[in-house]
């Protein structure tokens, strides 16, 4: 093919400048803001903690669900009103 040393500087390139990258296991710190929240490891817990656990997730799931159903159902009530309003009831001046 006759590649060469091209190919071959490009890959020690990217070696070489490659980032170290530091999993969730790793990190000293770990932040905690609005999307994510302090990790937690559920394989070193009790039964007990983990059955708490639990319940907690269900709980969270069931408020940021039932927050997106009543924003989605408003935002989609005032979309319709508006639309109906545009079309059935205002009118242009001639």
Same mark, same amino acid.
């Given at each position: 093919?006759? *590649?060469?040393? /091209?190919?071959?500087?490009?890959?020690? &390139? $990217? +070696? %070489? %400048? #490659?980032? /170290?990258?530091?999993?969730?296991?790793?990190?000293?710190?770990?932040?905690? %803001?609005?999307? =994510?929240?302090? *990790?937690?490891? &559920? #394989?070193?817990? &009790?039964?007990?903690?983990?059955?708490?656990?639990?319940?907690?997730? +269900?709980?969270?799931?069931?408020? &940021?669900?039932?927050?997106? $159903?009543?924003?989605?159902?408003?935002? @989609?009530?005032?979309? @319709?009103?508006? $639309?109906? =309003?545009?079309? *059935? =009831? *205002? #009118? $242009?001046?001639?």
């Amino acid at each position: 093919m006759g *590649f060469g040393g /091209s190919v071959h500087s490009m890959i020690t &390139s $990217l +070696k %070489n %400048n #490659k980032r /170290s990258r530091k999993t969730i296991f790793e990190k000293d710190i770990i932040e905690n %803001n609005g999307a =994510y929240s302090k *990790f937690t490891d &559920s #394989k070193k817990m &009790s039964p007990i903690e983990f059955k708490i656990f639990q319940e907690k997730l +269900k709980e969270n799931r069931r408020n &940021s669900r039932r927050r997106f $159903l009543i924003v989605f159902t408003v935002s @989609l009530t005032l979309v @319709l009103a508006v $639309l109906i =309003y545009f079309l *059935f =009831y *205002f #009118k $242009l001046p001639v």
